[in-house]
Protein backbone atom coordinates (compact mmCIF):
# COMPACT_ATOMS: atom_id res chain seq x y z
CA UNK A 1 0.00 0.00 0.00
CA UNK A 2 1.43 3.46 -1.14
CA UNK A 3 0.88 6.43 2.30
CA UNK A 4 -1.73 7.56 0.40
CA UNK A 5 -3.79 4.11 0.65
CA UNK A 6 -3.99 2.95 -2.51
CA UNK A 7 -2.32 0.16 -3.79
CA UNK A 8 0.35 0.38 -5.72
CA UNK A 9 -0.28 -0.31 -9.40
CA UNK A 10 1.41 -0.70 -12.84
CA UNK A 11 0.49 -1.23 -16.18
CA UNK A 12 3.05 -2.09 -19.19
CA UNK A 13 3.62 0.78 -21.39
CA UNK A 14 1.13 -0.91 -24.19
CA UNK A 15 -1.82 -1.84 -22.31
CA UNK A 16 -4.89 0.60 -23.46
CA UNK A 17 -4.74 1.95 -20.43
CA UNK A 18 -1.45 3.12 -20.00
CA UNK A 19 -1.96 4.37 -23.77
CA UNK A 20 -4.67 6.43 -22.30
CA UNK A 21 -2.91 7.58 -19.43
CA UNK A 22 0.49 8.68 -21.79
CA UNK A 23 -1.83 10.19 -23.91
CA UNK A 24 -3.47 12.38 -21.49
CA UNK A 25 -0.50 13.56 -19.98
CA UNK A 26 1.95 14.02 -22.43
CA UNK A 27 -0.96 16.15 -24.19
CA UNK A 28 -1.32 18.42 -21.28
CA UNK A 29 -5.10 17.55 -21.39
CA UNK A 30 -5.92 18.03 -18.04
CA UNK A 31 -10.04 17.41 -19.00
CA UNK A 32 -9.15 14.05 -19.98
CA UNK A 33 -6.75 12.86 -17.03
CA UNK A 34 -9.50 14.23 -14.39
CA UNK A 35 -11.81 12.31 -15.44
CA UNK A 36 -9.78 8.93 -15.53
CA UNK A 37 -8.79 10.10 -12.09
CA UNK A 38 -12.14 10.63 -10.65
CA UNK A 39 -13.03 7.09 -11.94
CA UNK A 40 -9.49 5.52 -10.41
CA UNK A 41 -7.89 8.14 -8.52
CA UNK A 42 -5.22 4.89 -7.56
CA UNK A 43 -4.03 5.80 -10.81
CA UNK A 44 -2.46 8.42 -9.68
CA UNK A 45 0.09 7.02 -8.25
CA UNK A 46 0.68 4.14 -11.04
CA UNK A 47 3.65 3.18 -12.28
CA UNK A 48 3.95 2.51 -16.68
CA UNK A 49 6.54 -0.23 -17.34
CA UNK A 50 8.72 0.46 -20.41
CA UNK A 51 9.53 -1.96 -23.07
CA UNK A 52 10.91 -5.37 -21.30
CA UNK A 53 11.10 -5.83 -18.17
CA UNK A 54 14.02 -4.89 -17.13
CA UNK A 55 13.74 -1.62 -18.20
CA UNK A 56 12.34 1.12 -15.87
CA UNK A 57 8.99 2.36 -14.57
CA UNK A 58 8.02 5.95 -15.02
CA UNK A 59 5.17 7.70 -12.77
CA UNK A 60 2.85 10.04 -15.24
CA UNK A 61 4.88 12.86 -13.71
CA UNK A 62 7.64 12.03 -15.14
CA UNK A 63 5.96 11.11 -18.54
CA UNK A 64 4.74 14.61 -18.64
CA UNK A 65 8.44 15.61 -17.46
CA UNK A 66 10.04 13.35 -19.94
CA UNK A 67 12.45 14.88 -23.00
CA UNK A 68 11.72 17.11 -24.46
CA UNK A 69 9.31 18.82 -22.13
CA UNK A 70 7.51 22.02 -22.42
CA UNK A 71 4.26 20.27 -22.73
CA UNK A 72 1.19 22.07 -22.66
CA UNK A 73 -0.86 22.88 -19.00
CA UNK A 74 1.82 22.47 -16.82
CA UNK A 75 -0.13 23.94 -13.92
CA UNK A 76 -3.06 22.30 -14.81
CA UNK A 77 -1.40 18.42 -15.26
CA UNK A 78 0.33 18.99 -11.85
CA UNK A 79 -2.73 20.56 -9.73
CA UNK A 80 -5.05 17.73 -11.47
CA UNK A 81 -2.08 14.30 -9.95
CA UNK A 82 -1.60 15.64 -6.57
CA UNK A 83 -5.05 16.57 -5.69
CA UNK A 84 -5.47 12.73 -7.08
CA UNK A 85 -2.55 11.95 -4.33
CA UNK A 86 -0.01 11.70 -6.59
CA UNK A 87 3.92 11.61 -5.23
CA UNK A 88 5.54 14.41 -6.56
CA UNK A 89 9.05 13.44 -5.49
CA UNK A 90 8.88 10.30 -6.42
CA UNK A 91 11.82 8.38 -8.07
CA UNK A 92 11.70 7.33 -11.58
CA UNK A 93 12.02 3.44 -10.50
CA UNK A 94 13.09 2.88 -7.57
CA UNK A 95 15.40 0.62 -7.84
CA UNK A 96 17.98 1.75 -11.14
CA UNK A 97 16.57 5.75 -11.82
CA UNK A 98 16.02 7.75 -8.91
CA UNK A 99 15.43 11.10 -10.87
CA UNK A 100 12.18 12.67 -9.67
CA UNK A 101 10.01 15.03 -11.96
CA UNK A 102 11.66 17.86 -11.01
CA UNK A 103 15.05 16.29 -12.20
CA UNK A 104 13.99 15.94 -15.35
CA UNK A 105 11.86 19.25 -15.63
CA UNK A 106 15.09 20.95 -14.43
CA UNK A 107 17.23 18.76 -17.18
CA UNK A 108 14.98 20.14 -19.86
CA UNK A 109 14.90 23.66 -19.05
CA UNK A 110 10.78 23.36 -18.43
CA UNK A 111 10.67 27.00 -16.46
CA UNK A 112 7.09 26.42 -16.18
CA UNK A 113 7.11 22.87 -14.98
CA UNK A 114 9.72 23.51 -12.35
CA UNK A 115 7.17 26.38 -11.13
CA UNK A 116 4.49 24.50 -11.00
CA UNK A 117 6.20 21.53 -9.28
CA UNK A 118 8.10 23.79 -6.29
CA UNK A 119 4.41 25.86 -6.01
CA UNK A 120 2.55 21.92 -5.01
CA UNK A 121 5.28 21.45 -2.74
CA UNK A 122 8.01 19.19 -4.66
CA UNK A 123 11.44 19.22 -2.64
CA UNK A 124 13.83 21.85 -4.27
CA UNK A 125 16.80 19.69 -2.95
CA UNK A 126 15.22 16.19 -3.82
CA UNK A 127 18.25 13.80 -4.11
CA UNK A 128 18.72 11.66 -7.04
CA UNK A 129 19.86 13.38 -9.85
CA UNK A 130 22.43 10.88 -12.10
CA UNK A 131 25.49 13.23 -10.93
CA UNK A 132 26.13 12.00 -7.81
CA UNK A 133 22.64 11.52 -6.36
CA UNK A 134 22.66 15.51 -6.26
CA UNK A 135 19.33 17.47 -6.44
CA UNK A 136 17.78 18.55 -9.70
CA UNK A 137 19.74 21.66 -9.72
CA UNK A 138 22.63 19.45 -10.63
CA UNK A 139 21.15 18.46 -13.83
CA UNK A 140 19.95 22.05 -15.03
CA UNK A 141 24.09 22.35 -14.89
CA UNK A 142 24.93 19.66 -16.55
CA UNK A 143 22.42 19.55 -19.57
CA UNK A 144 22.32 23.26 -20.34
CA UNK A 145 18.63 24.24 -17.87
CA UNK A 146 20.33 27.22 -17.17
CA UNK A 147 16.77 29.47 -17.38
CA UNK A 148 15.47 26.35 -15.06
CA UNK A 149 18.93 26.01 -12.86
CA UNK A 150 18.54 30.05 -12.35
CA UNK A 151 15.09 29.44 -11.24
CA UNK A 152 15.96 26.89 -8.93
CA UNK A 153 18.68 28.82 -7.33
CA UNK A 154 16.52 31.70 -7.04
CA UNK A 155 13.78 29.96 -4.99
CA UNK A 156 16.53 28.45 -2.57
CA UNK A 157 18.45 25.23 -4.03
CA UNK A 158 21.77 24.58 -2.69
CA UNK A 159 24.24 24.54 -5.27
CA UNK A 160 28.26 23.56 -5.48
CA UNK A 161 30.62 25.90 -7.38
CA UNK A 162 30.28 23.96 -10.99
CA UNK A 163 26.28 24.24 -10.89
CA UNK A 164 26.58 27.99 -9.76
CA UNK A 165 29.18 29.02 -12.33
CA UNK A 166 26.61 26.86 -15.14
CA UNK A 167 23.55 28.60 -14.27
CA UNK A 168 25.46 32.06 -14.10
CA UNK A 169 25.53 33.26 -10.06
CA UNK A 170 28.88 34.82 -9.68
CA UNK A 171 28.18 35.71 -5.83
CA UNK A 172 27.86 32.21 -5.18
CA UNK A 173 31.06 31.52 -7.34
CA UNK A 174 32.37 34.10 -5.27
CA UNK A 175 31.55 32.91 -1.54
CA UNK A 176 32.91 29.52 -2.96
CA UNK A 177 36.49 30.79 -3.96
CA UNK A 178 36.65 32.88 -0.77
CA UNK A 179 35.23 29.81 1.35
CA UNK A 180 38.27 27.43 3.24
CA UNK A 181 39.35 25.27 2.51
CA UNK A 182 38.38 26.98 -1.16
CA UNK A 183 37.64 24.27 -4.35
CA UNK A 184 40.72 22.69 -5.37
CA UNK A 185 42.40 23.25 -9.24
CA UNK A 186 40.54 20.80 -10.67
CA UNK A 187 36.98 22.17 -9.22
CA UNK A 188 37.50 25.77 -10.22
CA UNK A 189 38.49 24.66 -13.76
CA UNK A 190 35.48 22.69 -14.43
CA UNK A 191 33.66 25.17 -12.94
CA UNK A 192 35.19 28.02 -15.55
CA UNK A 193 34.30 25.17 -18.25
CA UNK A 194 30.46 25.50 -17.04
CA UNK A 195 30.54 29.36 -17.01
CA UNK A 196 31.64 29.51 -20.83
CA UNK A 197 29.07 26.75 -21.37
CA UNK A 198 26.52 29.19 -20.43
CA UNK A 199 28.24 31.99 -22.09
CA UNK A 200 29.07 34.21 -18.54
CA UNK A 201 31.78 35.93 -19.67
CA UNK A 202 32.04 37.20 -15.88
CA UNK A 203 32.25 34.17 -14.23
CA UNK A 204 34.96 33.12 -16.69
CA UNK A 205 37.26 35.86 -16.27
CA UNK A 206 36.92 35.29 -12.33
CA UNK A 207 38.10 31.84 -12.61
CA UNK A 208 40.37 32.30 -15.09
CA UNK A 209 42.27 34.77 -12.39
CA UNK A 210 41.99 31.92 -9.89
CA UNK A 211 43.75 29.54 -12.00
CA UNK A 212 41.24 27.47 -14.17
CA UNK A 213 43.08 25.52 -17.37
CA UNK A 214 41.80 27.36 -20.57
CA UNK A 215 42.41 24.06 -22.37
CA UNK A 216 40.78 21.85 -20.17
CA UNK A 217 39.06 19.14 -21.94
CA UNK A 218 35.61 18.26 -20.48
CA UNK A 219 32.38 16.10 -21.56
CA UNK A 220 32.20 15.43 -24.97
CA UNK A 221 35.65 16.22 -25.57
CA UNK A 222 35.17 20.04 -25.31
CA UNK A 223 37.10 23.03 -24.25
CA UNK A 224 36.00 26.17 -23.13
CA UNK A 225 36.26 27.49 -26.32
CA UNK A 226 34.28 25.19 -27.95
CA UNK A 227 31.25 25.59 -24.88
CA UNK A 228 31.55 29.22 -25.74
CA UNK A 229 31.01 29.01 -29.19
CA UNK A 230 27.98 26.28 -28.57
CA UNK A 231 26.46 28.86 -26.36
CA UNK A 232 26.87 31.45 -29.21
CA UNK A 233 28.81 33.77 -27.12
CA UNK A 234 31.27 35.33 -29.27
CA UNK A 235 32.91 38.14 -27.20
CA UNK A 236 34.09 35.35 -24.91
CA UNK A 237 35.21 32.69 -27.53
CA UNK A 238 37.64 35.73 -28.75
CA UNK A 239 38.48 36.30 -25.36
CA UNK A 240 39.52 32.83 -24.71
CA UNK A 241 41.33 32.87 -27.81
CA UNK A 242 43.13 35.90 -26.99
CA UNK A 243 44.75 33.64 -23.91
CA UNK A 244 45.48 30.98 -25.78
CA UNK A 245 42.48 28.61 -25.88
CA UNK A 246 41.86 26.20 -28.18
CA UNK A 247 39.17 23.87 -29.51
CA UNK A 248 39.37 20.05 -28.33
CA UNK A 249 39.75 19.03 -32.10
CA UNK A 250 43.12 20.58 -31.88
CA UNK A 251 43.77 19.57 -28.33
CA UNK A 252 42.67 15.74 -29.05
CA UNK A 253 44.71 12.93 -27.13
CA UNK A 254 46.97 16.11 -25.48
CA UNK A 255 44.79 14.99 -21.92
CA UNK A 256 42.40 12.74 -21.16
CA UNK A 257 39.04 14.42 -20.03
CA UNK A 258 38.75 14.08 -16.25
CA UNK A 259 35.31 14.04 -14.44
CA UNK A 260 33.48 16.86 -14.02
CA UNK A 261 34.76 18.03 -10.64
CA UNK A 262 31.58 16.84 -7.92
CA UNK A 263 29.60 15.81 -11.44
CA UNK A 264 29.59 12.62 -13.25
CA UNK A 265 30.43 12.93 -17.08
CA UNK A 266 27.07 11.26 -18.32
CA UNK A 267 25.67 11.86 -21.32
CA UNK A 268 22.11 13.34 -22.38
CA UNK A 269 19.11 10.66 -22.08
CA UNK A 270 18.55 11.57 -25.63
CA UNK A 271 21.73 10.63 -26.66
CA UNK A 272 20.88 6.73 -25.91
CA UNK A 273 18.06 6.63 -28.79
CA UNK A 274 19.09 6.33 -33.11
CA UNK A 275 16.49 7.22 -35.82
CA UNK A 276 15.42 4.45 -37.62
CA UNK A 277 13.64 6.94 -40.06
CA UNK A 278 16.31 6.48 -42.81
CA UNK A 279 16.98 2.73 -42.60
CA UNK A 280 15.19 0.69 -45.78
CA UNK A 281 13.13 -2.97 -44.91
CA UNK A 282 13.49 -5.97 -46.64
CA UNK A 283 10.50 -8.01 -46.69
CA UNK A 284 9.68 -8.42 -42.89
CA UNK A 285 6.29 -8.28 -42.03
CA UNK A 286 5.59 -8.47 -38.27
CA UNK A 287 3.15 -10.89 -36.99
CA UNK A 288 0.04 -10.21 -34.68
CA UNK A 289 -1.12 -13.24 -31.94
CA UNK A 290 -4.85 -12.68 -31.11
CA UNK A 291 -7.63 -14.46 -30.15
CA UNK A 292 -10.35 -13.76 -32.72
CA UNK A 293 -9.02 -13.70 -36.43
CA UNK A 294 -12.10 -12.52 -37.46
CA UNK A 295 -12.55 -9.58 -34.88
CA UNK A 296 -8.85 -8.68 -35.54
CA UNK A 297 -9.90 -8.26 -39.44
CA UNK A 298 -12.88 -6.25 -38.92
CA UNK A 299 -10.96 -3.91 -36.49
CA UNK A 300 -8.11 -3.17 -38.94
CA UNK A 301 -10.72 -2.78 -42.11
CA UNK A 302 -12.89 0.01 -39.56
CA UNK A 303 -9.05 1.44 -39.32
CA UNK A 304 -8.97 1.69 -43.09
CA UNK A 305 -6.15 -1.29 -43.79
CA UNK A 306 -7.21 -3.96 -46.81
CA UNK A 307 -7.74 -6.98 -44.96
CA UNK A 308 -7.85 -10.26 -46.10
CA UNK A 309 -11.96 -11.87 -46.77
CA UNK A 310 -12.31 -13.75 -43.71
CA UNK A 311 -13.37 -17.57 -44.45
CA UNK A 312 -14.90 -19.62 -41.41
CA UNK A 313 -11.95 -21.63 -39.42
CA UNK A 314 -8.77 -19.73 -41.21
CA UNK A 315 -6.47 -19.32 -38.42
CA UNK A 316 -4.04 -16.75 -40.36
CA UNK A 317 -4.81 -13.58 -42.17
CA UNK A 318 -3.10 -10.53 -43.53
CA UNK A 319 -3.68 -6.61 -43.26
CA UNK A 320 -2.26 -3.80 -45.50
CA UNK A 321 -1.78 -0.55 -44.73
CA UNK A 322 -0.24 1.05 -48.34
CA UNK A 323 3.21 -0.49 -48.52
CA UNK A 324 2.93 -1.89 -44.75
CA UNK A 325 1.45 -5.20 -43.81
CA UNK A 326 0.81 -7.24 -40.96
CA UNK A 327 0.09 -10.77 -40.57
CA UNK A 328 -2.19 -11.64 -38.06
CA UNK A 329 -2.56 -15.27 -36.20
CA UNK A 330 -4.62 -17.18 -33.89
CA UNK A 331 -2.46 -17.88 -30.48
CA UNK A 332 -5.39 -19.81 -28.71
CA UNK A 333 -3.46 -19.55 -25.39
CA UNK A 334 -2.69 -15.72 -26.28
CA UNK A 335 -2.38 -13.14 -23.03
CA UNK A 336 -2.25 -9.57 -24.10
CA UNK A 337 -0.52 -8.57 -20.83
CA UNK A 338 2.29 -11.21 -22.08
CA UNK A 339 2.48 -12.40 -25.32
CA UNK A 340 1.37 -8.78 -27.48
CA UNK A 341 4.02 -8.40 -30.41
CA UNK A 342 4.67 -4.75 -31.73
CA UNK A 343 5.58 -3.17 -34.83
CA UNK A 344 6.96 0.16 -36.19
CA UNK A 345 5.61 1.87 -38.85
CA UNK A 346 7.01 4.99 -40.95
CA UNK A 347 4.48 6.95 -42.36
CA UNK A 348 4.19 10.80 -44.36
CA UNK A 349 2.35 12.20 -41.60
CA UNK A 350 2.18 11.37 -38.51
CA UNK A 351 -0.35 13.70 -37.18
CA UNK A 352 -2.76 13.46 -40.17
CA UNK A 353 -3.02 9.30 -39.55
CA UNK A 354 -3.72 10.19 -36.03
CA UNK A 355 -6.30 12.43 -36.62
CA UNK A 356 -7.87 9.56 -39.22
CA UNK A 357 -8.00 6.93 -36.85
CA UNK A 358 -9.27 8.65 -34.18
CA UNK A 359 -11.71 10.01 -36.08
CA UNK A 360 -12.90 6.41 -36.90
CA UNK A 361 -14.12 6.36 -32.78
CA UNK A 362 -11.98 2.99 -32.66
CA UNK A 363 -10.27 3.13 -29.54
CA UNK A 364 -6.44 2.24 -28.83
CA UNK A 365 -4.84 5.58 -30.38
CA UNK A 366 -3.07 8.13 -28.57
CA UNK A 367 -2.29 11.50 -29.89
CA UNK A 368 1.37 12.35 -31.22
CA UNK A 369 4.12 13.17 -29.63
CA UNK A 370 7.56 14.42 -30.51
CA UNK A 371 10.57 12.03 -29.65
CA UNK A 372 14.31 12.83 -28.98
CA UNK A 373 15.32 11.06 -32.16
CA UNK A 374 13.60 14.01 -34.81
CA UNK A 375 10.51 11.59 -35.01
CA UNK A 376 6.92 12.40 -34.82
CA UNK A 377 4.96 9.35 -33.56
CA UNK A 378 1.82 7.87 -31.78
CA UNK A 379 0.71 4.37 -30.91
CA UNK A 380 -1.88 2.23 -31.58
CA UNK A 381 -2.97 -0.59 -29.64
CA UNK A 382 -5.57 -3.45 -30.51
CA UNK A 383 -7.92 -5.19 -29.15
CA UNK A 384 -5.62 -8.13 -28.64
CA UNK A 385 -2.87 -5.71 -26.97
CA UNK A 386 -0.45 -5.66 -29.85
CA UNK A 387 0.83 -2.24 -30.69
CA UNK A 388 1.95 -0.04 -34.05
CA UNK A 389 3.62 2.41 -33.50
CA UNK A 390 4.00 4.79 -36.65
CA UNK A 391 5.66 8.13 -36.90
CA UNK A 392 6.84 10.50 -39.03
CA UNK A 393 9.98 12.88 -39.58
CA UNK A 394 9.91 16.07 -37.73
CA UNK A 395 10.11 18.97 -39.98
CA UNK A 396 13.23 20.83 -40.14
CA UNK A 397 12.48 24.64 -39.08
CA UNK A 398 11.86 26.17 -42.17
CA UNK A 399 10.24 23.16 -43.82
Known amino acids: MTESGFAEVSLRWNEP ?87 WAASNDDVELVDALLDAGADINVPGSIINGLGPVADAA ?63 ELLLAHGADVNWIGWGDKTPLDQARDADAAELAAWLEARGARPGAKLAGQNAPAAVAGEDRAAPEAARYTSGANSEQAGFVPCFPTRDLQAALAHYQQLG ?29 HDPARTAAGADLTVADCDALERQWSATGISGTSYAYDTPYGMREAVHVDPDNNLIRFGSPVPEHGD
Request: some cysteine; aromatic content about 8%; proline content about 6%.
Open 17 to 103: LAVELTAAVQRGDAARLRRILDKRPELARVRIIAQGDSLPSRTLLHLFADWPGQRRNPREIVAVLQAAGADLNASGDPARVAETPLH
Open 142 to 204: VFGGVRAGRLLVERGAVTNIFQAAAVGFIELVRKELAAEPGPDAQRVTAAFWAACGSGSHDIA
Open 305 to 333: FTTMPYQPGCEWGWVRFGAAEIHLYVKDD
